[in-house]
């Protein structure tokens, strides 16, 4: 392994991709353009967020090349660059799951064992 190059991939990584993921309305934004591409006002609608929140994370998300936009007419569609961003949020929300299921686990052991 090359760490010279690991490190470049990684603060790549962080510059792109993790800071797209770093406020939870573009993750959510995320989900909804992978059921099918949609235009703003539709997200904005089914998440319940204004339209200008909306275009201001899609820009961010559009920056950072997750997002694909085609423009139609005064409207752009929006959809995903690439489905495995899913996959791997998908994936981090295992191991998420994963870590609270343990926890829960252990207090319910601790506190039978306690009683």
């Not at 007419?73 to 791997?88: E, M």
């Not at 829960?104 to 601790?110: I, K, N, V």
Request: charged share 30%.
């Amino acid at each position: 392994m090359e760490l010279p190059i690991l490190e470049q991939e990684i603060n790549l990584l962080h510059e792109r991709v993790c800071y797209a993921l770093g406020d939870p309305k573009r993750i959510l934004i995320l989900y909804v353009l992978a059921e099918k591409g949609r235009y703003v006002n539709e997200i904005s609608e089914l998440l319940d967020m204004p339209q200008s929140t909306v275009s201001r994370h899609l820009r961010v998300l559009r920056e950072r090349e997750l997002v694909e936009t085609d423009r139609q007419g005064p409207a752009v569609f929006y959809s995903l660059s690439d489905q495995r961003i899913i996959q791997a949020l998908d994936l981090m929300r295992g191991i998420l799951t994963s870590k609270i299921e343990a926890r829960a686990d252990l207090t319910q052991s601790f506190n039978r064992n306690n009683k």
